[in-house]
T-cell receptor, first 115, second 111 residues
């Protein structure tokens, strides 16, 4: 059973371009979370999705950022018109809902660099 | 200050010593989890402790939870150089919701 997969691992974009980050959850997991980590900081929650639904997007910037988790295929975090401040590591986690806990399994992250 | 704050920010010890890291939080929680992150890498899940539990063990790791004080501690016994990493606590107030992370404790274990 493969773990959470993220690609690309490293992404370089110029200001104004679009960035697309992909996350394939663990097999059987229907809950996906996206987090952003700036250097020397902890992870900051961005969005929580289930298949075809956004459950909690309270951590998403209001503009330029969007996320989806379609019925088929990976979850996508999309950043339009990137700026230098978007440079960070973006981590995806997936969880299998069971009664009592929500252990989240993290992917290796995508490191976005905006030039 | 934010939910899930680790203390100290940085800790440096000799191999073989014990390392203790603390985490404080503000609101009620369903569970608290500890993670390790090696430099430039992803997160490795260490232990999850539920709000109705007081202590859990896993190998050289011991986690305690005091909900009255809204705090948790992570103890690593007989530390090794390979334990050098950043350690984060993360809290969740629902069974399947988001986790709120602190800024972590950077542990350096000198050989």
């Amino acid at each position: 059973n493969a773990g959470v997969m993220q690609n690309p691992r490293h992404l370089v974009r110029r200001r104004g371009q679009e960035a697309r980050l992909r996350c394939s959850p663990m097999k059987g997991h229907s809950h996906v979370y996206w987090y952003r980590q700036l250097p020397e900081e902890g992870l900051k929650f961005m969005v929580y999705l289930q298949k075809e639904n956004i459950i909690d997007e309270s951590g998403m910037p209001k503009e330029r950022f969007s996320a989806e988790f379609p019925k088929e295929g990976p979850s996508i975090l999309r950043i339009q018109q990137v700026v230098r401040g978007d440079s960070a590591a973006y981590f995806c986690a997936s969880a299998l809902r069971t009664g009592g806990h929500n252990e989240q399994f993290f992917g290796p992250g995508t490191r976005l660099t905006v030039l | 200050s934010q939910q899930g704050e680790e203390d100290p920010q940085a800790l440096s010890i000799q191999e073989g010593e014990n390392a203790t890291m603390n985490c404080s939080y503000k609101t009620s929680i369903n569970n608290l989890q500890w993670y390790r992150q090696n430099s430039g890498r992803g997160l490795v899940h260490l232990i999850l402790i539920r709000s109705n539990e007081r202590e859990k063990h896993s190998g050289r790791l011991r986690v305690t939870l005091d909900t009255s004080k809204k705090s948790s501690s992570l103890l690593i016994t007989a530390s090794r150089a390979a334990d050098t990493a950043s350690y984060f606590c993360a809290t969740s107030n629902t069974n399947a919701g988001k986790s709120t992370f602190g800024d972590g404790t950077t542990l350096t274990v000198k050989p």
